[in-house]
């Protein structure tokens, strides 16, 4: 008995520290991005591009790197989306559910899933190079899509397996095909999962600079071509921590908050509109 007292209280402080551990990190990033770059944050840089100089502290804002980070995050979200629905839906309504063909596409997405952004940026800039492009929001827009597939993919893939087996059966037996089980039934009841999951691949997206690094390039102008140059959020942030002026890596900070508070609005709304749909589900 004292043997089995001691062994509750040991994991349940393991369990506390742990805890602890996840949501001190999260508090301390914050309190230093905020501490560092909250003296650097006003109006001028939000609302403007850099100007002449604004690297070695002359006047300018980031706004080219948030339009361009939003409009590079919904695009590359846009094209994950239209590979990673099908293949999801194929995966539970198509084939069995111990076919090997599902297992090893599982088994892929995996190891996509574990592979570093830069090497997804290397892998980016070879196809660059091989159909002739040149950096720009389209390359950047693939290879971010790229990193995010299996992510979406697998999230949107646990959220289906979830679904009860009686309703895809009593569908099939109302005489439904399986496109219209998939879009009609499946899709409906698995939509708040879905929505999330679209929106956690939408925020790895625009937080990663490793895969836009050699793939989107950077400029000073805001986002207007597929085919020109784009600059990001991460990119910003690592050129401004990069210099050796102490006001513009502060304006480094500044921007990280403007990222951080981007990511904290993506992960708001995705709770609210999750509860939304989560009403129509069949329990």
């Known amino acids: ?16 520290f742990s805890t602890f551990i996840v949501v001190g990190s999260l508090v301390l990033i914050l309190a230093v991005i905020f501490l560092k770059g909250l003296p650097a944050l006003n109006l001028d840089m939000l609302i403007k591009t850099p100007e002449g100089g604004y690297y070695i502290g002359k006047e300018g804002g980031i706004l080219n790197a948030i339009l361009g980070s939003i409009v590079l995050g919904f695009g590359a979200t846009f094209l994950a989306f239209l590979v990673s629905m099908p293949m999801v839906f194929y995966l539970n309504l198509y084939l069995k559910k111990n076919s090997k063909l599902a297992l090893v596409v599982r088994l892929f997405l995996d190891i996509l899933w574990g592979i570093p952004s830069i090497v997804y940026g290397a892998f980016g800039f ?15 827009m693939i290879t971010v899509a790229l990193l995010i597939i ?9 959220i289906l397996k979830m679904i009860p087996l009686e309703l895809k059966e009593a569908s099939f037996s109302l005489g439904a095909t399986r496109l219209e089980t998939a879009t009609k039934i499946i899709f409906k009841q698995a939509m708040p999962g ?36 784009v600059a990001t959020l991460p990119l910003a942030i690592f050129f401004q921590l990069g210099t050796p002026f102490p006001e513009v890596q502060q304006r480094g900070y500044a921007s990280a ?27």
């Not at 007292?5 to 506390?16: A, G, P, T």
């Not at 070879?126 to 950047?140: I, Q």
């Not at 904290?264 to 329990?283: A, E, G, N």
Request: proline share 3%.
């Open 150 to 158: 299996p992510i979406m993919a697998r999230s949107m893939d646990e």
């Open 194 to 229: 879905i929505l999330t999951a679209v929106l956690i691949a939408f925020g790895r997206g625009i937080g990663d600079a490793a895969s836009v690094l050699f793939t989107a390039g950077f400029t000073d102008f805001l986002p207007y071509s597929l085919f020109r140059p």
């Open 126 to 140: 070879t196809l660059m190079v091989f159909f002739g492009l040149r950096a720009s929001l389209l390359a950047g």
């Open 257 to 283: 908050i403007v990222l951080t508070v981007l990511l904290l609005t993506i992960s708001i709304v995705s709770r609210l509109l999750s509860k939304k749909f989560s009403k129509h589900i069949i329990r």
């Open 1 to 16: 008995m004292h043997g089995k007292r001691i062994e509750e209280i040991f994991f349940k402080f393991l369990m506390l």
